[in-house]
């Protein structure tokens, strides 16, 4: 299998990291796009270098490197989760305005009809902020803010961010050990557990 994986400056640098050794750890393909504002978001919020984020993902694209593999259609991916997803991202793809390589690989994979889960974070959000997200949602995109959910008994930050991811993959049919209403607990937690960012 293989996924583009687009990280952007909205806050939740965390999720990316995690999603990315949550797809490595299920042997999947990641291409990784970063943008400019990822890079800063990624130096404020964690203890990892950009080249510690780069070591998780198959293979790394230039964000300016409209050439690459994955700005063409024929390219074949099995789509692209852009998370975090900040505002900006959002309505550029939104308008098509696919002057960088993240927003120009996820209007390929609408136009490819194939799976795009934009992780959008920004609280509170106006009118323009959910017409976006509106229309992309008509256009294909599955609209996935990482809202945080308590049904499974969370005891630390761990088991909320693995529990967005797990919900994330989900929509790409990967499965990764996160507690699920109706069924019994995983053994032995969930993949990323305790994983030190
Ligand atoms: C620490 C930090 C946190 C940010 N958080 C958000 C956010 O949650 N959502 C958002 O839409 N923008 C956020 N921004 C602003 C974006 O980084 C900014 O709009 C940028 O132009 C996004 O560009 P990109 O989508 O190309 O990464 C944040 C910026 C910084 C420095």
């Not at 909205?10 to 400019?36: D, Y």
């Not at 550029?92 to 795009?116: F, P």
């Not at 902020?129 to 630390?156: C, D, K, S």
């Not at 761990?158 to 994330?168: L, M, T």
Request: aromatic letters at 4%; hydrophobic letters at 45%.
């Amino acid at each position: 299998m293989r996924i583009v994986v687009g990280v952007t400056g909205a806050t939740g640098a965390v999720l990316a990291v995690r999603t990315l050794r949550a797809l490595t750890n299920l042997g999947v393909e990641t291409h990784l796009i970063c943008s400019r504002w990822a890079e800063t978001t990624l130096k404020l919020e964690t203890d990892l270098s950009l080249a510690d984020l780069y070591s998780l993902a198959s293979v790394v694209h230039r964000v300016d490197n409209l050439a690459a593999s994955i700005a063409s259609g024929s390219y074949r991916t099995d789509g692209m989760v852009v998370v975090p997803c900040s505002m900006k991202t959002l309505a550029a793809i939104r308008m098509g305005l696919s002057d960088n390589l993240i927003v120009r690989a996820a209007d390929v994979t609408l136009k490819e009809r194939r799976q795009l889960v934009l992780v959008v974070r920004e609280a509170p959000l106006h009118e323009l902020h959910l017409e976006n997200m509106h229309a992309l949602a008509r256009a294909g995109a599955v609209i996935f803010p990482p809202v945080l959910g308590f049904y499974h008994r969370p005891r630390t930050l761990d088991d909320v961010i693995d529990h967005v991811v797990g919900r994330i993959l989900d929509q790409f049919g990967l499965s990764m050990p996160v507690p699920r209403w109706g069924e019994p607990a995983p053994q032995g937690g969930a993949s990323n557990e305790s994983t030190p960012l």
